[in-house]
């Protein structure tokens, strides 16, 4: 009987065929087997890019901001719903010693310091702090107390024939407290679907929670002209987030660049779902996650180009961290 003979080819290969044969025996010796093992010999470093624009938004940066700073002092406080909606930061700040409340818990309260997130608070919340010496550290953001002032000026003119509609989610903080202006009476829709509960009998004026998606708002503002019958006036005011509605574009811009991209946001964020449905659009390989524990390495194998972005209420500390979990994956 024969005795078997092996020979060991290795076979290199680049991104374009280029085979080179490693022949490790005797060019006379005969094999009756060949064991090819192909072996990557140019493989292109894998690029992981942040996003420019991601991260908190000033509203959230001032709140945090104020939280640390009161912490560090040893002082005990108090938030008024979650800070942020980003359960890592979350659990950051109460390490810290931040306790969350809910609205039901701040009324048992007295004698305290409660900070006020950045989403806002209704009118009655400012009432029961000064009857129950609550002492309030107010980071309610800028823009949403100006956004306040201006429906609360609204619904005060001197005249029956008119709504205030509001374009957001109605369980949101920040819708809330902007209903609040109004003593709960303003009309609160996210879809054109909604707009059956408005009487066009009336004239409308129209706002919106400032993280909205941009273009719907707009849609939205178009479908109320088209059905505006019987001519009443419509006032559009335009109350998106300049930080929020410049970020949109960047994002687009962006996602189209990568091959794959990571976006990283709160499992309640509705600013977070909003932003990467337009990253989405823009590229259908984007993912969605809360942390790094959340990465698949199948997303990312034999990507050259990977993105990582967040919403406004994503700490850059939480897209460092998932930008290196991804180097150390590929």
């Known amino acids: 009987m024969s005795q078997r003979r092996w020979l060991h080819i290795q076979v290199g290969f680049q991104e374009t065929p280029n085979f080179q044969f490693l022949i490790s025996s005797p060019e006379a010796w005969k094999p009756s087997v060949v064991i090819i093992t192909m072996k990557k010999t140019d493989s292109k470093k894998m690029k992981v890019e942040i996003e420019g624009s991601s991260g908190f938004c000033f509203g959230v940066r001032n709140a945090v901001d104020k939280a640390e700073d009161i912490l560090r002092s040893g ?6 719903g979650d800070i942020v909606h980003n359960g890592q930061e979350i659990a950051r700040l109460e390490a810290l010693g931040l306790i969350t409340i809910d609205s039901q818990q701040f009324r048992n309260l007295k004698n305290c310091k409660v900070l006020l997130r950045a989403h806002g608070e209704p009118p009655s919340t ?3 702090a000064r009857e129950n ?44 407290s902007l209903v609040g202006q109004t003593e709960n009476k303003a009309i609160v829709v996210e879809n054109i679907s909604d707009l059956t509960v408005i009487d ?13 998606d941009t273009r719907k708002f707009k849609g939205l503002a178009d479908e109320l002209h088209l059905r505006n019958i019987n001519q009443k006036g419509i006032k559009v005011t335009q109350s998106i987030c300049g930080a929020v509605s410049g970020r949109e574009s960047k994002l687009i811009e962006f996602a189209k660049k990568k091959d794959v991209l990571i976006f990283v946001g709160g499992k309640k964020s509705s600013n977070g779902k909003m932003l990467f449905g337009i990253c989405l659009a823009a590229n259908k390989h984007s993912y969605y996650i809360s942390s790094a524990e959340e990465l698949n390495p ?10 990582v972005c967040g919403a406004t209420s994503t700490p850059i500390w939480l897209l460092e961290r998932v930008a290196k979990q991804i180097q150390q994956i590929g």
């Open 75 to 80: 002082e005990k406080l108090y938030c008024l």
């Open 200 to 212: 066009f009998s009336k004239s409308i004026s129209l706002y919106a929670q400032t993280t909205m």
């Open 126 to 128: 400012y009432q029961y």
């Open 298 to 307: 199948a997303w990312i194998s034999n990507s050259e180009q990977v993105g």
């Open 133 to 176: 010496n609550i002492e309030l550290i107010d980071a309610t953001c800028p823009i949403v107390l100006n956004l306040q002032k201006k429906i609360k000026k609204s619904y005060q003119e001197p005249t029956s024939d008119k709504q205030v509609v509001i374009f957001g989610k109605s369980t949101h903080p920040e819708v809330i």
